[in-house]
C-alpha cells in the first residue's frame, strides 16, 4: 500500500509540477496569459523603479522607497527562478538558455551590492535587469501577433544574404573613407585615429550626424559629401529588398491550397493542377 | 388655430435647425462647403495672427492690432461654438466629442485672461487654438481626397499589428541601450540618468543626431556606432512593411468584378467587357 | 521680277529662321543636339566661373580673369537670348515662358552692375544665372531618358492626392508641435516665438537635427523625442504611396496594345477582348 | 630524347603555372577557397594593424610589433603579387587591371617610407591598403551569395536611368539653393562661398544635419525649413524606384519556364508539373 501512496505521492508531484510548468512557461491556457501579463507588468515597474533610481534629484529624495522597490523586485524574480528550476522538466537546459541567463543576470547584482566587495563594482550592473524588457516579446505568443511577428522575421530571413552583401558593402566604406579621411584631414580634431574616422564615417553615412567631428578642409568636405550622397542612396537599397520580400511573403500567404494527392502546399491561387504531382487541385 | 401657429414655428424653427446643421456639420451642400472653407481660412488666420503675436518685435510694433485680431476670432469661433451646440441635434454628444472639447478650449484662453486672476497662467495657453488646425482634415470631406485618405488610413490600419511588434523593439532597444550607456559613459554630461540616456538613444535611433549629447569614451563610441547602423537598418523594416500593405491595398481596388459568363476575375474597374471572354460586365 | 525677288528673300529669310528654330528650340536632329550639349556646357562653365566667382581667395588672385568669363558668358547668352527671340514662331510666347524670363534674369545682373546706380545691389543678383541648370532637364530630350523621367513624373503626380494629404498632415504636426514647445520650452533659447520653435519642429521632424537649438526641459525632451518616433515613422507613408505607384506604373507600362476597333489603350497583357467594345484584341 | 625532356619541363613548368592560377585566381576548387579566405584573413588583418598603428596611445607602446606586422604583411602581399605575375596567363593584363593596381599600391608604400627622400610623404599613404579589402567581394564568389550579389546589382543597374535623373535633379537642387543661400545668409560664417553653401546644403538635403553651419536669418531659416522638407521627400521617390525593381527583378525570376503543351508561363522554379494543364514540364 505504501506504493500506491508513493505513487500518488510521485503523481501530486507530477501534477503540481506539470501545472506549474503550464502557467509560468506557457501562455495558451487562461491561467499562464494571466501570469505572462502579471510577469510583464512586474518587469515594466523594476525597470521604471531602476530608471527613477539612476536620477540623482528622485533618488536623494526617495532612498529607502527605490530600495525597497529593488529588493521587492528582486525577492520576486528570485522565487520566479527557483520556480522555474523548480518545475522545469529539464533544469540545466533552461539554466544556460538565452533566457535563463538573463533571469539570473537579472537579479544578482542587488544580492552582489549587498556584499562588501562588490559594492562599488556592482552598483551599475542592476542596469542588466532592463534586459528582462526582451521577456516582453514572450507577449507575443498570447495574441494573433505572433503570426505577425513571424511574417516579419521570415522577411527578413529570407532576405539576409542580400542584407549581408549589404551590410559588407557599407562595412568597406567606412573602412575605405575612415582611411582616407584620417590621410585627408591630418590634424583636424575627430580624425586622429582610424578608428575615430570610422566612427566619424558611421555617424556620416547613417545620416545620424552629430557635428562633434566634422570636417573642416575643402578636401574633407568634399569627400564627405560625396559620402553624404553614398549614405543616402544607398538606404534605398535594403529598403527595396524588404519591401519586395515582404511582398511577395504577402502573395505567398495567399496560396494557402494544399494538393489531395502529394498535400504539398504553395500553389497559386490560379493553379488547377498540382505543379508537383499533376494531381487536381 | 393658435396650434397650426405653433405647428407653423416648430417646424420653421426645425426648419432653421435642420438648414443650420446643414451648413455647419455636413460638407455636401454647396452652402456646407463654403461654410467650410470660410471657416479653414478663419482657423488659419487666427493661427496666423497668434504666431506673430509670440514674436516680440512684431507684438510691441502692432500691440493693438493683434490684440483686436485675438478678440475677433475669438468672438467668431464663440459664436460657431454657439451655433453648433444650437442646431446639433444631440447637443451634449457634441460637446464631449473630440472636436467639441477642441472647439471650447480654442476660445477659453481669451476669456481666461481678461480675468485678473488667471491673467499670468493662462496667457500661453492661447496656443491650443492651433488643435483648431486638426479641422483641416475635414476639408478632405469635400473632394475625391476622401477616398485617398480612406485608402492611406485602411493600409496603416491593415498594418497595426506588424508596426506594434516593431514599436515594441525599437522601445525594448533604447531601454536596453539607454541603460547600457548610463553605464558605459558614467561622468559624461548627458548620460547622467536612464531616462536622459533614453533620450540620446532616441535621437540616435531616429538618426536626427543634435549633437548636444554625444558619446565620449571608445566603448561607448562603439556601442552608438552600432545602435546607429541598428536605427539606419531599422527603419527599412516598416518602410517595407507599409510599402506592401499599401501595393496590396492598391490591387484589391481593382479586382472586384467578376464576369458572368466565364466567372473570371480582376477586370479593371472601368472595364465594361470580359478581357477573356468578350460578355457584357 | 522684283516681287519674286521678294518671295524669294522671304522664302530664304523663312528658311534661315526655321533652320535656326530647328537648331536652338528643337533636340531631334544632329545640329539641335549638338546646340543643347554646346549650351548645357557653356551653362555648366558659367555657374563654375561663378563658384569660383565667390570664393574670396580665388576671386582676388584671378580678379580680371573671372571679370572676363563673366563678361564673355553674359554677352553669349545675350547673343543666344536674341536669337531664340528672332526665330522663334511667336516671340512674346518665348519671352514670358518659365525658360524666356529664366534666360533674361541670367544675362541683367551683369549689365546692371556695370550701371553706376545698381552696383552695390546687383552684385549678388548673378547668382541668378545658376537658375539657368534647369536647362540640363532638356537634356533627357536627348535620349531614351525622357520616358524615364515621365514614369517617374507620372508616378509622382499619380500619388498628389495621398501626398497632399501627408503634408497637409505634417504641416498641422509641425504647428501644433512648435506651439507646444514654445509653450513647454518658455524660456529656452530657439523657443522664443513660434516661428522658431516650427524651424525646430521641422528640423527634427524631418530627421535633420542640426542641434542649434534643442529641448533643455525633461518635459520638452520627452516631446522631442515623442516628435522624432513619429517623424521616423511617417517617412515610411509616403515611401510606401511611391513605392506602390512606381510599382504598378511599371506594370501599366506593360500595356502597350491598342484596340484595332475603337482605339483604347491600357490592355492587360492577357487580354484577349477589348474591355471597352468587346472587339477581338 | 632532350626533347621530351624539355617537354616533360615546359608540361611541368606549365602545370605548376596552371595549378598555381587555379588557386590564386578561381575560387571553385577547394584549394582556390582556402586560399581566398586565408587572403581574406591576412588582409583584415592587416587592415587591423593599420588601424592600431594610427592610434596614438597604441602606436607609442607597441612601435615594434606594429613595425614588425607591416613589414610581414607587406612582404606576404608582395610574395602574393609576384605569383600573380608569374602565374596569370596574361600577367600584363593583370597588372593594369583594377585589382592589379590595387595590389601594387597596397605594398608599395611601406617600400617607399623606407627610403630617406619619400619618408615624409609616404607615411600616410599605407592607408591605401585598406582599398584591397574590396576583395572581401571576391567572397561572394564562394557561396550562394554571388546570385543575391548579382540580382541586387541587376536592380540597381535596371532603374540607373531612373536614377540618373533623379542625381540630376538633387545636384540641380544643391547649385540653386546653394547659391541662393549665399545671397540670402550673406556674413554668416559657413556661407561665405557658394562652394561652402552648397556643403551645407548637401548636409541639409541628405538629412545628416551636422549643424557646424546653420542659417541664422528667418529668411535663410524659411528656405531651410522648405529645403529639408524637400530632402525628406526626396528620398521618397529613389527608394520607390528600386524597389518596384528589386520586386520585378524577383518576379521575372520566377517566369521564365514554358509549357511545352499549352505554352502557358510564369512557372515557379521548382515546378514538375504545368499548373495549368497538368503536363510534364
Chains 1, 2, 3, 4 share one sequence.
Request: hydrophobic share 45%; aromatic share 10%.
Amino acid at each position: 500500500m505504501s506504493e500506491t501512496k508513493q505513487d500518488d505521492s510521485q503523481d501530486a508531484d507530477r501534477n503540481w509540477r506539470s501545472t506549474c510548468y503550464e502557467i509560468i512557461f506557457e501562455a495558451d491556457t487562461p491561467a499562464g496569459k494571466t501570469f505572462d501579463v502579471l510577469l510583464l507588468i512586474a518587469i515594466l515597474l523594476s525597470v521604471l523603479s531602476l530608471m527613477l533610481e539612476s536620477v540623482d534629484s528622485i533618488q536623494q529624495k526617495n532612498p529607502v522607497l527605490l530600495r525597497s522597490a529593488e529588493w521587492f523586485f528582486t525577492i520576486l524574480f528570485t522565487i520566479e527562478y527557483s520556480l522555474r528550476i523548480a518545475c522545469a522538466p529539464r533544469p540545466l537546459r533552461y539554466i544556460f538558455s538565452f533566457y535563463g541567463v538573463v533571469d539570473l543576470l537579472a537579479i544578482l547584482p542587488t544580492y552582489l551590492v549587498a556584499l562588501p566587495i562588490f559594492h562599488e563594482r556592482a552598483q551599475g550592473l542592476s542596469v542588466i535587469r532592463a534586459l528582462r524588457l526582451l521577456r516582453a516579446f514572450r507577449i507575443f505568443k498570447l495574441a494573433h501577433m505572433l503570426s505577425e511577428a513571424k511574417s516579419l522575421r521570415e522577411a527578413i530571413w529570407a532576405s539576409r544574404a542580400k542584407i549581408a552583401v549589404f551590410l559588407t558593402f557599407i562595412l568597406i566604406s567606412v573602412v575605405i573613407v575612415g582611411s582616407a579621411m584620417h590621410l585627408i584631414e591630418r590634424g583636424t580634431p575627430g580624425f586622429d585615429s582610424i578608428p575615430e574616422s570610422m566612427y566619424w564615417a558611421i555617424v556620416t553615412m547613417t545620416t545620424v550626424g552629430y557635428g562633434d567631428i566634422s570636417p573642416v578642409t575643402p578636401a574633407g568636405k568634399t569627400m564627405a559629401a560625396c559620402m553624404m550622397m553614398l549614405g543616402y542612396c544607398m538606404i534605398i537599397v535594403p529598403t527595396g529588398i524588404v519591401s519586395a520580400e515582404i511582398a511577395s511573403a504577402g502573395g505567398k500567404m495567399v496560396t494557402t491550397r494544399t494538393c489531395p494527392n502529394c498535400m504539398s502546399e504553395g500553389h497559386d491561387q490560379d493553379a488547377q493542377y498540382c505543379k508537383y504531382c499533376s494531381e487536381e487541385l
